[in-house]
């Protein structure tokens, strides 16, 4: 091993790698109980399959630990258009379950969304710490808009609307990290409170009132003021058009969470048996290959978007306490070593990385609580699925990277 990577691992945070490691042994401990009733060859089953991934996905993760801090600043805007075109790809394919986000190679499928979303971090970083940026002018915003937005869309078409919701979650903490000013950030997410008050009189009011005391104190030019004010409100408005957009299913999702008794063999029916199967588990669990929900397959795609159902069944609310508590711990390390960096470029990285975690973390233990709508999200390292294992593992690998200080 050459003497640059062994000073490398000496003083890079191992315990970010350990608890992946561990994160991962709980998966598949978990995902082969899932597996034990599957009417499949060994090697079919999704035990064996996640089993096999671990391998790639450790081996990508050294590659991204042992590139040098140059390297991948100078090729990252290359690594993004390569990105964008491999996004296309699955188009030229056949859909698999009606979509088109998977490239196949027999009976092996890559997802080119999940790479997509940290090299979007990458991108947005390199232009982030970029000096002689004038970071307290709006169009500085302009920019990580574009270079979010061009990639999400594709993975929106595909459809894939939960990778393309986590894919946007960086790029307003990543810009406030960086220094833009906070009235610029706020006009970004002003159009989208419009929206989501505008269900309720009361919310959208309460809204236009505080909307009017930011401009106050922001102080823009009348006419700037007046056109974001009666712009935000005009939006608003045009809620129920919106929502009218939704295709029903998506509707009866949203509703479903209000209410899932609305809708109990349809869009209440999956938050219903996961609350019921982290109900029945009680603090202990009922015990590995153990849980109905999950032998009975009451639950549904319990080896991804409700794994974290399975987990509170079989092994109890107490593991479920243990794997939020090792997230939780990841995510803080991860926002210190941002901190502590030496380099512009390495600690928007990090910052972004860590957002991502979060996101995915929040939204899927959210949803199968039955707090935010369905929508397919796994949980990091430990759902199933080669490509986001191993987009998982890359990240840590680019996190302990560029948590190091050193000259190259």
Not at 79 to 101: D, E, Q
Not at 207 to 230: D, E, Q
Not at 301 to 326: A, K, N, P, R, Y
Request: aromatic share 14%; proline share 6%.
């Amino acid at each position: 091993m050459p003497p640059f990577i062994t000073t490398k691992i000496k003083e890079a945070p191992l315990l970010l790698f350990v608890t992946s490691l561990v994160l991962t042994i709980i998966g598949i401990v978990t995902i082969g109980s899932v597996s034990r009733n599957q009417a499949l060859a060994f090697t079919s089953t999704s035990f064996f399959r996640q089993l096999i991934w671990v391998l790639p996905a450790l081996v990508l993760f050294f590659v991204s630990f042992s590139i040098s801090k140059k390297n991948i600043y100078k090729f990252t805007p290359y690594v993004y258009i390569f990105i964008i075109l491999l996004l296309f790809v699955p188009y030229f394919g056949k859909p698999i379950a009606g979509t088109y986000r998977w490239i196949s190679f027999g009976s092996l499928h890559l997802q080119p969304s999940e790479y997509a979303k940290f090299i979007i971090v990458l991108v947005l970083a390199r232009y982030l710490s970029k000096p002689n940026k004038h970071l307290e002018k709006i169009r500085i915003v302009v920019m990580p808009i574009i270079l979010t937005v061009i990639p999400t869309m594709i993975v929106l078409r595909q459809p894939d609307l939960g990778s393309a919701i986590i894919m946007t979650s960086p790029v307003i903490v990543m810009m406030f990290w960086a220094g833009v000013r906070p009235y610029h950030l706020f006009l970004i997410l002003a159009p989208f409170l419009s929206v989501l008050t505008a269900f309720h009189s009361i919310s959208f009011w309460l809204w236009a009132i505080i909307l009017l005391i930011i401009l106050y104190i922001s102080r823009p030019t009348l006419m700037k003021g007046v056109i974001i004010y009666f712009a935000n409100i005009f939006l608003g408005l045009l809620s129920p058009t919106i929502w009218n957009m939704l295709k029903p299913y998506q509707q009866r999702r949203v509703m479903a969470v209000l209410d899932p008794s609305l809708d109990p063999l349809g869009a209440g029916y999956q938050i219903i048996q996961s609350q019921t199967a982290i109900g029945s588990g009680g603090f202990f669990g009922k015990g590995w290959g153990q849980g109905t929900q999950t032998q009975l397959k009451y639950l549904p795609v319990q080896e991804t978007d409700f794994i974290v159902s399975v987990i509170g069944e079989e092994f109890g609310f107490i593991t479920i306490f243990i794997i939020l508590i090792l997230f939780g711990w990841m995510i803080l390390r991860m926002l210190k070593l941002a901190h502590e960096t030496d380099n512009r470029f390495s600690g928007l990285v990090i910052i972004g990385i860590a957002v991502l975690f979060l996101t995915h973390v929040f939204v899927n233990v959210a949803m199968a609580a039955g707090m935010i709508p369905v929508k397919g999200l796994p949980l990091p390292f430990l759902s199933y699925g080669g490509s986001f294992l191993i987009s998982c593992f890359m990240m840590v690998g680019l996190v302990m990277n560029l948590s190091i200080n050193y000259s190259e």
